[in-house]
């Protein structure tokens, strides 16, 4: 919520509709497309850091004070945005900062709670939380910024923000062994499904391999989608109440209502795709890495379809809406595909390589908004808006392709405790092989 509710408030910060009461701004397309990737030049930065902080320490820790942070930078937007589009981004770049740690520590998190044959439910139950908020923020942030006016949008939920956060941080638990409330019953069968050896206890702090990560070819295929991922999602995301307002005509009050749609759609679709998944995988219908390529396949593959149709549709609000709600619904599939897929290659490090992922992948966050404004001169242009869907479709269909071809479902050899011990010992035992042969008649 406290990341998206400027995509609708930044069209309330520069209309004239609304209470008069509040400031309006005079920005243009590319200042606001400043603004909206302005999150993301904080939220690269902490990626790696907190993955790598989350897996040798508490995530739990490590999220409560960042949401602390975020909660505050929240509060503060109506001030910063007041002393100019500079200081606004600044905020912006704080709230991206304190949440670039929400991802590796949920990764970290659910390393140590989720079972394998669970694992994509309990992946959806906990991420479905963006679209849900998404939903939350985009349906109220109208309502509130034409009737209280678009500062209440932040402060509402910077209160909202620092709600959870107690919650949080009262409820939560880095591994079934230290919660308090969770039964033996419950610890013995999560870390019995998990396996002992597939994930290091509270006590290890496992020295991260970072040459083979970075060196791992189902490594480099999450990078590649997460980033094709990120581009067009986070476009539609940040873009879509704009293309409501410039296109399709939609008024604020309407605007926040409809661009909630699609992520009712995400949320509930996350829900239903998460089941099946984990369904055929119990009946051993395919493999870890299948179930992966399949979810991704219907999200991307089927979004490309939708951004394709949507480039080329005339304009008609009900068709160009219901086009949108299916292109961001069908991304639901990747809660069950790329996302989860850190934990199958390596539980232990699952944060860590969230960290490496999200951060790259964010950078085409940044670049994504900021081609639209480059693009998008005239936020009334359906040609222009048809280039952003077309670009967006094409860069889905090319990362995907690369990961249904380059990417595992296995626990890769680097995620054991023991890796450079056995290296180690398999080199020397190589080399004593070698020197016990026996050498060439003329040699000796």
């Known amino acids: 919520m406290m990341r998206v509710n400027l995509s609708v408030a930044i069209v309330a910060m520069t209309s004239t509709d609304g ?3 509040v400031p309006h701004y005079d920005w ?3 200042i606001r497309g400043t603004i909206l990737s302005s999150f993301f030049w904080g939220y690269i930065v902490t990626q790696v850091p907190s993955g790598y902080v989350a897996a040798r320490y508490s995530a739990t820790k490590l999220l409560f004070c960042m949401m602390l942070v975020a909660t505050a930078a929240t509060l503060l937007f109506p001030t910063a945005a007041d002393l100019g589009w500079e200081t606004a981004c600044v905020a912006r770049v704080i709230l991206g900062l304190a949440q670039g740690s929400l991802l590796p520590c949920c990764h970290a998190l659910l390393a140590k709670w989720s079972p394998p044959g669970e694992r994509g439910r309990m992946s959806v139950y906990a991420y479905t939380g963006q679209p849900f908020g998404n939903v939350v923020a985009l349906s109220c942030s109208g309502l509130i910024a034409a009737s ?3 500062p209440w949008v932040f402060y509402a939920t910077g209160a909202i923000g620092l709600f959870t956060s107690v919650l949080f941080i009262l409820l939560a638990a880095d591994s079934p062994a230290v919660h308090k409330l969770a039964s033996r019953d419950e610890r013995e069968y999560i ?10 206890d509270n006590t290890q702090r496992l020295r991260t391999p970072w040459k083979a990560i970075l060196t791992s ?7 590649i989608v997460h980033c094709g991922q990120n581009w067009g999602f986070w476009t539609l995301l940040t873009e879509i109440p704009s293309y409501m307002d410039g296109v399709l005509g939609f008024d604020l ?6 661009s909630a749609l699609p992520y009712l759609g995400l949320w509930i679709f996350g829900l239903i795709i998460s089941w099946v998944s984990d369904h055929f995988l119990k009946k051993n219908c395919y493999s870890i890495g299948t179930s992966r390529k399949i979810g991704n396949s219907i999200a991307h593959y089927g979004g490309a379809v939708m951004l394709i149709l949507l480039g080329f549709m005339s304009a008609s609000q009900t068709a160009a809406v219901s086009v949108l709600v299916v292109a961001v619904a069908l991304n639901a599939g990747t809660m069950v595909g790329y996302q989860v897929n850190h934990i199958d290659l390596s539980p232990n490090f699952a944060s860590t390589m969230m960290g490496i992922t999200n951060g790259l992948g964010n950078i085409m966050s940044i670049l994504g908004p900021l081609v639209v404004g480059f693009i998008v001169t005239d936020k009334h242009s359906g040609e222009q ?11 889905y269909v090319v990362a995907n392709t690369i990961f249904v071809i380059f990417g ?3 626990t890769q050899p680097w995620n054991s405790p023991d890796y450079k011990r056995t290296k180690a010992s398999s080199v020397q035992d190589s080399s004593s092989d070698r020197s016990s042969s026996p050498q060439p008649a003329e040699k000796l």
Do not use: F
């Open 19 to 21: 209470p008069e009461d």
């Open 385 to 395: 808006w048809r280039t952003v869907w077309l670009i967006s479709a094409a860069i």
């Open 253 to 258: 009050k309407q605007n926040g209502l409809l």
């Open 28 to 30: 243009d397309e590319s």
């Open 191 to 200: 870390e019995t499904s998990i396996g002992i050896n597939s994930v290091a």
């Open 217 to 223: 070819v189902p490594m480099w295929a999450l990078i």
């Open 408 to 410: 595992s479902g296995e």
């Open 148 to 150: 209280a006016g678009w």
